[in-house]
């Protein structure tokens, strides 16, 4: 594995077969929700909120199948 760090990025060369696409697919979408997260300026209140609201669509999408 090799690291780079630049003055804007860090990149990170992993090699081939060392994880399965589906683990780096869980790094990358744990890179994602960071990066939205921190430019967030949601209180927690708002986000419990959008929460439920998701878990109670989904719950009642998930009803109607």
Do not use: C, H, W
């Amino acid at each position: 594995m090799k690291i780079t760090n630049t003055k804007n990025e860090l990149l990170i060369s992993i090699p081939k077969g060392l994880m399965d696409i589906s683990e780096i697919q869980r790094f990358i979408d744990l890179i994602r929700y960071k990066t939205i997260i921190s430019k967030s300026q949601a209180t927690e209140a708002q986000i419990e909120e959008v929460t439920n609201e998701i878990n109670e669509n989904l719950a009642q999408f998930n009803i109607k199948r």
